[in-house]
T-cell receptor, first 112, second 117 residues
Framework: ELKVEQNPLFLSMQEGKNYTIYCNYS?????LYWYRQDPGKSLESLFV?????AVKQEGRLMASLDTKARLSTLHITAAVHDLSATYFC????????????FGQGTRLTINP | ETGVTQTPRHLVMGMTNKKSLKCEQH?????MYWYKQSAKKPLELMFV???????ENNSVPSRFSPECPNSSHLFLHLHTLQPEDSALYLC????????????????FGSGTRLTVV
């Protein structure tokens, strides 16, 4: 069964702190995506990770991929309120057609 | 216009109504998707169209009927829906290679917020 699991599902943190969101997936995949979703809005692409050991950084967000462990992390450094959103990881699988399968999402709230 | 456009943004319909959701992509992509986002579930893939052919129907009830008349347009026809079908419906598009095994990334529309009363 194709499964993508994130944890934690809810995260409340203070500005200036660091934290990590984890994404595990059940089957071999060739790429992993991180998306951000603000309330009532669509999904905004943050990162695409293509290979084992890939690391990408944009501002206070850094994503990494370990394909052997089937694990990706999204690390938040010195959080600011503007980063409050729901973050999704998603993995492509080929089962018949190519599919993009999402994790449950992590709702991140950053308090001043 | 650029990107992926969905209309309407909001829709309220009764259980006996028939309505359609529309998605249009201006990116030249060759694959389009419908996803359902409910409050308490992960994003669920409903349908996949690749090169205008439906290649995936993810056990979706027949009260949802997709249509892809060309590579730029995707519809989701709705009839006799249930209250539990209330959700955000997201359309996405992507570019696949000729084998449909390699994908260059997905772009999502803003979604249609559907409420069934």
């Amino acid at each position: 069964e194709l499964k993508v699991e994130q944890n934690p599902l809810f995260l409340s943190m203070q500005e200036g702190k660091n934290y990590t969101i984890y994404c595990n997936y059940s089957t071999t995949s060739d790429r992993l995506y991180w998306y951000r979703q603000d309330p009532g809005k669509s999904l905004e692409s943050l990162f695409v990770l293509l290979s084992n050991g890939a690391v990408k950084q944009e501002g206070r967000l850094m994503a990494s991929l370990d394909t052997k462990a089937r694990l990706s992390t999204l690390h938040i450094t010195a959080a600011v309120h503007d980063l409050s959103a729901t973050y999704f990881c998603a993995v492509t699988f080929i089962q018949g057609a190519q599919k993009l399968v999402f994790g449950q999402g992590t709702r991140l709230t950053i308090n001043p | 216009e650029t990107g992926v456009t969905q209309t309407p943004r909001h829709l309220v319909m009764g259980m006996t109504n028939k309505k359609s959701l529309k998605c249009e992509q201006h990116l030249g992509h060759n694959a389009m998707y419908w996803y359902k986002q409910s409050a308490k579930k992960p994003l669920e893939l409903m349908f996949v169209y690749s090169l205008e052919e439906r290649v995936e129907n993810n056990s979706v009830p027949s009260r949802f009927s997709p249509e892809c008349p060309n590579s730029s347009h995707l519809f989701l026809h709705l009839h006799t829906l249930q209250p539990e079908d209330s959700a955000l419906y997201l359309c996405a598009s992507s570019q696949e290679d000729s084998t449909a095994r390699y994908n260059y990334g997905y772009t999502f529309g803003s979604g249609t917020r559907l409420t069934v009363v």
